[in-house]
């Protein structure tokens, strides 16, 4: 339940967990406060468990006045705060510091290890070979022997590699067997991990920082009129991806004792930039020492203001298309984290990269694709660039935190690198020995042959 500070009880109850205090001069740009977390407190224990979430309450109080005092106005005219304005003295924001995120970090493993190496939720079987006990991750180890089963698919056909990859299918076969028992066992158990794809668990993360920022704004405006726009909000409905309606988010306007008419500024804690791969996880080992935060003060303009808010906005769009944090996590890093000015320049950079890897893609398939004499290209070169282009596809799919924008991009540069060594070497299927062999047709044109010689030179 939320926590009704505005209360005296619900203020103590708040009091009595102090986080920081950072004092600045307006438009000052004030170095960044580390606080600890006090999680090993009774109270807060259960976050770590994963039974309550963590709000951080922030105060932004005029010099010369007390919270205390203008909470207990508060509580006297028995008022609730309007959208976070206390007074004509304080503002308050809130933001959720604990959020629950995939752990999407792979433990580190040693094979060679039989003893502290064992992972519960994937299948293992133990081998013996030369007096070491061989651990074998069946899960990790079936897309490698896939693999090395079609690296082999491109050699000779021969009697000694025939026997070779027909041992590769039955270790393939016996690795989809182990992991098939294993989820049959674990289902048996009542075990939820047992799925044979199962998604990486959500732990509770905790921010590693909060950036508390006040847009301020200098101008004059006429009350005949409508309070100014600051952003429009995108509301939804459950179930729906693409969102139902706008809601305009104005100025809030307060009377001062004085019968002047002022808008507040907006106040809010940002933790929506922080890239998800920098929260920390948490355990409920509650002797563990308490995280640290990075708090941070930040006076910006209004349009900075209202340009984060509606691609932020427009990030909340993606997500409720399917999207997920993660992929976004580079998108997050420089429309958050950086000017205006500079946001504008790598937008207008990427607008133009884009524009010309569509056309380059564009001629590339026009050519490919309309073509039936390769003379004069060669194959060997567009192997190894297509062989390139698969290994860092592969290295960065086993990254922890690759967004899978990023995979997809890469991934469709090495299909299609690939698509393009198959045409011009002409590779075709034929069985042997009962397994499926790739073949090399090139030589099989003069004009193409001459052209495989002067490349083996």
Not at 297 to 304: C, H, Q, V, Y
Request: net charge negative; hydrophobic share 45%; proline share 6%.
């Amino acid at each position: 339940n939320e926590l009704e500070w505005w209360t005296l009880e619900g203020f103590g109850e708040l009091k009595s967990i102090p986080f920081f205090n950072i004092s600045a001069e307006y438009g000052e740009v004030k170095g960044t406060v580390q606080a600890k977390v006090p999680l090993s407190l009774p109270e807060l224990q259960a976050v770590r468990r994963n039974e309550t979430l963590l709000f951080a309450h922030c105060f932004f109080v005029r010099s010369g006045a007390r919270l205390e005092d203008e909470v207990q106005k508060l509580v006297e005219a028995k008022q609730s705060p309007l959208r976070g304005v206390v007074s004509e003295h304080v503002l308050h924001t809130t933001a959720s510091v604990v959020k629950l995120l995939p752990q999407v970090v792979k433990p580190k493993r040693n094979l060679l290890d039989s003893e502290n190496d064992t992972e519960p939720s994937e299948p293992v079987f133990k081998a013996q070979m030369f007096g070491w006990t061989l651990t074998i991750y069946a899960r990790s180890a079936l897309p490698w022997v896939g693999l090395l089963l079609v690296a082999t698919s491109f050699g000779e056909p021969s009697l000694v590699l025939a026997v070779c990859r027909h041992c590769l299918v039955s270790l393939i076969a016996g690795l989809f067997q182990v992991i098939r028992n294993q989820a049959s066992s674990a289902k048996q158990n009542g075990k939820s991990t047992a799925a044979f794809f199962s998604p990486p668990p959500l732990l509770p993360h905790i921010s590693p920082s909060l950036l508390l920022e006040v847009a301020a704004d200098a101008e004059v405006y006429d009350d005949r009129y409508p309070a100014p726009l600051l952003y429009k909000e995108m509301v939804f409905e459950k179930g729906q991806p693409f969102a139902m309606r706008e809601r305009d988010v104005r100025y809030d306007v307060r009377l001062l004792p004085s019968g002047d008419k002022v808008y507040a500024p907006p106040f809010y804690v940002d933790t929506w930039s922080v890239r998800p791969r920098f929260w920390t996880p948490l355990d409920s080992n509650t002797s563990r020492s308490d995280p640290s935060i990075d708090a941070q003060i930040e006076f910006s303009g209004m349009i900075k203001y209202s340009a984060r808010q509606t691609m932020m906005e427009a990030m909340k769009q993606y997500m409720q298309m399917g999207l997920t944090e993660r992929d976004l996590d580079e998108v997050k890093d420089f429309m958050f984290r950086q000017p205006l000015h500079v946001l504008i320049i790598m937008q207008v950079v990427s607008f133009i990269q884009m524009a010309l890897w569509t056309l380059a893609f564009k001629n590339d398939v026009s050519f490919f694709r309309g073509r039936d004499d390769y003379t004069g290209l060669s194959s060997r070169s567009l192997g190894t660039d297509a062989l390139q282009e698969l290994v860092i596809f592969l290295y960065l799919y086993d990254f922890d935190h690759i967004s899978r924008l990023i995979l997809f991009q890469l991934g469709a540069q090495a299909a299609f690198g690939l698509w393009k060594y198959a045409r011009v070497a002409r590779l075709g299927v034929t069985w042997s020995y009962l397994l499926p062999w790739v073949t090399y047709g090139r030589l099989a044109e003069a004009s193409e042959k001459q052209t495989d010689e002067i490349d083996a030179r």
